[in-house]
């Protein structure tokens, strides 16, 4: 793997000077933040817009719901984010021509597409980290003090979960000339994940159900039918498969 | 080091049924400055590609100090390369220093040995003055600079360069070719490149290249001498027909003078005998009474050059 430290510490860099690092950590926060200054005041939201005297029966709103809604704003718009942090990783650089000029040197393509990889994998980490940080100093003010541990576990999953679509993506970015068809690919394969999760008891084996594990995780117990070992097991495989096909893809193509 | 700098061996490249490399032959000593020259398309990109093991070959085979290069492999044959390619493209965010130093990085370069090697290459490609600039804030001409110090930094064996003067304004390219000159000897270069005139006093081996074969290699001087012989433009004033025709009729006399052709009032004089045609050309052109508004000496098109070549390629060539 010649060359990786050099190419890790180029692609953080990239990340940091092109803005995109900053923009991904500040999305997290935001939503974060939001996830729990939204559940405080909702009810109080809901009220200000019922009619004068109408009781709506509102019950008072807590962790869970935080964890509900944090749960999903990371999955869901962390994931769409994260498609367009992977989508140009090599098309981009491909089609401008730097792939050529650094794999011209004896750097090994393996290193070069797994550098890649570990900048989004921590660009994504360490946003989460981030955005699971604000909701809980939020919650904390607005509510009580929610557990570590747990809430720790719960950003692990979340950092897998939205590590699949990137994934994805990033294989696009290996195997299509345009960094459009690489989002394509990734958007196409989060419609279906979406799609296929829309039962009554979706499977398992379905990478969206990380939000359900993240969820049990955070509140210590899960939902009935959901099976953290085997979808955390499908989620992992998943990014592992699509690097490794990248990596096939990859090293036998011209550039 | 024994054997060629660069062997190439029934190099086939195709892509999906357009063949654009048919079974070359190539041997490139060390120290030799070799030049590829060919029309867009001709294969000569594709060539350099596959020799630093960014494109993979169909066919045959190419080593590079001894070394076997294989795409997305052979690493060992890429430590002895620089390579500039036709658009570098070099990281816009990164300062000029930055990308010589990732790039000599990358390369294998040590740390004290990174600074006065950045400083240095940067000195004889005069960009000293811009080492601390983000690449997107450079204007072309110097980004060409910085494409070609990106391949020197490392102080390669073997230096392959794609159209390398192509962003380069005259200045920088005059620069440019005079630090290849002083590599010569020392480290083997090849040039490709779709002009006649950079390979000229540049290049001591020439290959031509057209439609994915060799048609010819050897010596630059013998093939300027055989296939692309000087041409003197003259731009005579405004001058009637009659006074034109007076003009090739005397030059037709000469046996130093080849075929002469008209465009309007300007001459195109091929010739036999350079060193003769420079000192009596223009005395003979004014002796019929016809004023000169200039004069410069050129080589025919490479289109031109092309159609004069015999048409097979030769296997085992070697420059």
New interface residues.
Partial sequence: MRGYRELLEKEVVELWRTYRLGLFCVLFIVLGIASAVITRYLPELDRLLARPGEDLGLEPTGIPDVVDFLVRNLVDFGGIAAILLAMGAVAGERSRGTTALVLARPVSRSAYLLAKLVAIAMTVGFATVLGVLGAWLWSMLFFELPPVLPWAQMAVLVWLAVLVPASITFLGSTVFDSPLGAAGLGLGAQVLFVLASATPTPSPLLPTQLAAVARGAALEGFDPGVEPPVTIAVAAGIVAVSLGIAWLRFRRRDL | MDGPAISIQGLTKRFGKSTALDALDLEVAHGACLGILGPAGSGKSTLL?VV?????ASGGAVTVAGERVR???G??A??Q?G?V?Q?????E?MTAREVLA??A????VEGPDMTPRIDDTARQLVLADVLDRRVEDLPAPVRGRLGIA?ALV?DPYVLLLDEPFHWLDPEARVAARALLDRLRGRRTVVLATHRLADVEGLCDQVAVLDEGRFRFVGETRHFLEAYAPPVFVLELQATGGLAIEGVVARLGREPWAGEVKVIGTTLRVAVRDEARAARELLPAVIGTGVAIAGVRRARPALDAILAGLPPAAKRGASA
């Fill in positions: 590609r630093c093991g960014l494109a993979r795409a997305g492999d690493l060992a890429r430590r390369l390579y390619p658009e570098p493209g070099l990281p965010w990732f790039l990085d990358l390369s294998g990106q490392a």
